[in-house]
């Protein structure tokens, strides 16, 4: 059995200026991931993005980087070397914040089509 560790900020406590800071943390959960591997050579990178993951989609300024909006460039820099390592930005990015980064009409195909199209591509 495995059990997963997460941490979430208490919703209260008696410093109202420490829970308004603390809602502004969303709530994340460490993984193990074998030295070697493109994930473990890539925490970093990966820590950096959650870091920087806004609270909420109706939060616009990164939690960090209070003077920029989100996404933010250490966001942004996160993530272009996560894709540059062959490794998918969106896995890393909660399903709730994908219409603001990736704005699109059409739907995100899902990975069984994405395996679909990898095996079978349109000539
Ligand atoms: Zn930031």
Redesign the pocket.
Known sequence: MTQSLTYAPPAHTANPELDARRREVRPVVAVLVAVGSVLAAEDAAINDMTA?LPPSPATSP?A??SS?T?P?A??QDAAARITARGLRADDVVPAELHPILWPSPTPRPTPAQERYEAAWPKP
């Open positions: 920087h990164c960090l980087c920029e989100w933010c250490r966001f």
